[in-house]
């Protein structure tokens, strides 16, 4: 019969094994984000609005879809995080927070998202393609690229490059996701001037 003090060490390097093991396949669940919701347009959006504006689906750099928030280390080095994952992929968040925010933004314009209608005559189309979307290592939250407005006919009105830091409040990944939150808060402010211009 083994003695007591036998059978706690074996049940304690029993449980250390189980532990290690769980750390190497991950036995930690990642934690999940969104980005922060616009606020809700104060009107109820005009249905039969003569202007229509159409958000195209958004092209990412390949290496920001996927499901790990991103942080860039250092001048040329990229980390995907595997402990904070966003929630849903990033196109569709950013998709439907500029979609929100620039509904708040302009009162007169009925904003959509590409498969929400069946017109073929679309009065303005906004691409856009995001190359940056990440925390960095300066404690910065970066979001660069370039949108396109295009009208009716397909013929290019704007084609426009941004880039937008956000300091981080405090250390984490909430914090990042918060900076990130506003910058795209800021690129919708631009866009929305934009768009007013071509009126």
Same mark, same amino acid.
């Given at each position: 019969?083994?003695?007591?003090?036998?059978?706690?060490?074996?049940? $304690?390097?029993?449980?250390?094994?189980?532990?290690?093991?769980?750390?190497?396949?991950?036995?930690?669940?990642?934690?999940?984000?969104?980005?922060?919701?616009?606020?809700?347009?104060?009107?109820?959006?005009?249905?039969?609005?003569?202007?229509?504006?159409?958000?195209?689906?958004? +092209?990412?750099?390949?290496?920001?879809?996927?499901?790990?928030?991103?942080?860039?280390?250092?001048?040329?080095?990229?980390?995907?995080?595997?402990? @904070?994952?966003?929630?849903?992929?990033? /196109?569709?968040?950013?998709?439907?927070?500029?979609?929100?925010?620039?509904?708040?933004?302009?009162? /007169?314009? +009925?904003?959509?998202?590409?498969?929400?209608?069946?017109?073929?005559?679309?009065?303005?189309?906004?691409?856009?393609?995001?190359?940056?979307?990440?925390?960095? @290592?300066?404690?910065?939250?970066?979001?660069? /690229?370039?949108?396109?407005?295009?009208? $009716?006919?397909?013929?290019?009105?704007? *084609?426009?490059?941004?880039?937008?830091?956000?300091?981080?409040?405090?250390? /984490?990944?909430?914090?990042?996701?918060?900076?990130?939150?506003?910058? *795209?808060?800021?690129? $919708?402010?631009?866009?929305?001037?934009?768009?007013?211009?071509?009126?």
């Amino acid at each position: 019969m083994m003695p007591s003090r036998g059978l706690t060490a074996l049940l $304690a390097a029993s449980l250390a094994a189980l532990w290690l093991s769980g750390c190497a396949t991950g036995g930690t669940p990642p934690t999940h984000y969104t980005l922060p919701d616009a606020p809700i347009a104060d009107a109820t959006p005009d249905v039969s609005a003569d202007r229509l504006l159409v958000i195209r689906p958004i +092209r990412l750099a390949r290496y920001l879809d996927v499901e790990g928030i991103v942080f860039q280390l250092d001048d040329i080095t990229i980390q995907q995080a595997q402990g @904070h994952q966003w929630a849903e992929p990033l /196109g569709r968040q950013l998709e439907r927070g500029l979609r929100d925010r620039l509904a708040a933004r302009l009162p /007169g314009t +009925r904003v959509i998202l590409d498969g929400d209608t069946t017109r073929s005559d679309t009065p303005l189309a906004l691409r856009l393609e995001v190359n940056r979307f990440q925390g960095r @290592h300066d404690g910065m939250a970066v979001a660069e /690229g370039r949108w396109q407005l295009r009208n $009716a006919d397909g013929e290019l009105l704007s *084609l426009t490059p941004f880039s937008l830091t956000t300091p981080l409040e405090t250390d /984490g990944y909430p914090a990042l996701v918060q900076a990130l939150g506003q910058d *795209l808060d800021r690129l $919708a402010d631009r866009l929305a001037s934009a768009i007013k211009r071509l009126r």
